[in-house]
């Protein structure tokens, strides 16, 4: 088990790590990869063991990677945070423990980076809570029949501030208008991720892939730099429908830091000329347009999924890191089985002070310091995993929710309430890149 030498193995590495999710080892993103992917973060299991391939050397029959990205925490600041992608096992070489010691080797890698936290999204939710991650954002998919969506007047009058400033822009200058964008959105919601410029080559590419790409349209809010506006952007495909010669829109992503224009984007993908449906990929599930419409039920949930899944490696630096909505201090003992001598297992003393206005990325402004305790210093008011520390850390999970499903254990009476108020955001956190 090793990172990967050069290019060439990663095209291996590449063929390899498709297998296990059906894929053939598509050359386009074998291209993607050679860019996103920094050759020291990747894991490859050899098997010497095996028939070696036609050029001699031993099979790839295990994968994992990380790309470096940095996460939005609640308060509006990012922490650096390994982006863990293509984790794949070969069937042949199932059940030897292989899976367990990549993500022992890659924890540790990313911990000896200096990396706080590292965030997956799951092909299969039964894996990861073993090794630590906790689920800590939903989304929802919807579609809506766009001859019975009408805006109501509340939706109307937010759309009207922002609506001529709607442009059409070609996917292949689209990076650099979007970019800025994207990046103040980033920065406003808890959960979502850096993009680099190679991230948008892939995203706003010819060739569709899982994270993007392919024959797009791309519509603009412009800034407006009176009101301090960003902007922002729906990224989206038109589908033909036989046999009523009629479209149906899939919004890949609709980004918008402010209601304005995330009202303006959403009236305007709504009426766009031959549209029989209007479908969105994945929404926050605090996204407004039902509350725009006249009739509400024309949004129609067709899936509620997990996708950010959070695992803290440093517990002090995590924590201190984003901002609380309650002033306390609490003593918590982080169980982490997985990691044992890890620096997230331990006794931490959690104090919160210093209780702002808050802003938009959360409710509170309060400043934490985390003290590591020994583990005779006093006794702890609440004991929970490592796994529902990473749940509740950008507060789309409630502690006091994890107590009662008996995932969290309460010593002191009103231990985890004070928790709850701490941790709770005034909005979900939501990570619209795909990883």
Known sequence: MRALGDFGELHRWHDAEEIPFGGHGDPHRFEDEKRLLPLDRSIAVFDHESVPTAAGDAPIVATAGAYPFALTVPGGAQVAAAGVTAVAVLATHRRRGILRRMMEHQLDDIAARGEPVAVLNASESAIYSRFGYGLAQRYQS???????????????????????????????????????????????????????ADWWITALGPHECWKGGGKLFVVVCHPDKTTGDPGGFVIFTIKYTEPYDRFRVVIRELIAVTTATEAAL???VLAV??????????????????????????????????YLWVRILDVPTALTA??????????????DPFRRHGCAAGRFRLTVTDLGTGDDAGRGDGVASVDRLGAVDGRASITLGVDQLGAIYLGGVRPDALLRAGLIHEHDAGAVALLTAMFVTDRPPMCNTLF
């Open 322 to 335: 984003r901002r609380y909505a309650a002033v306390g201090e609490l003593v918590i003992d982080v169980m």
């Open 266 to 268: 959403w009236r305007f």
């Open 142 to 196: 919807i579609e809506m029949l766009a001859a019975k969506t009408t805006f109501n007047d509340a939706g109307n009058r937010l759309a009207d501030t922002r609506s001529t400033m709607l442009r059409y822009v070609a996917q292949a200058e689209a990076a650099a208008v979007v970019d800025p964008m994207f990046d103040a959105y980033a920065r406003s919601r808890p959960g979502e991720v850096s993009r680099s």
């Open 273 to 306: 000329d031959l549209v029989d449906v209007v479908e969105a990929r994945a929404v926050p599930t605090d996204c407004p347009v039902r509350h725009w419409l006249v009739d509400s039920r024309q949004v129609r949930t067709t899936r509620d999924q997990d």
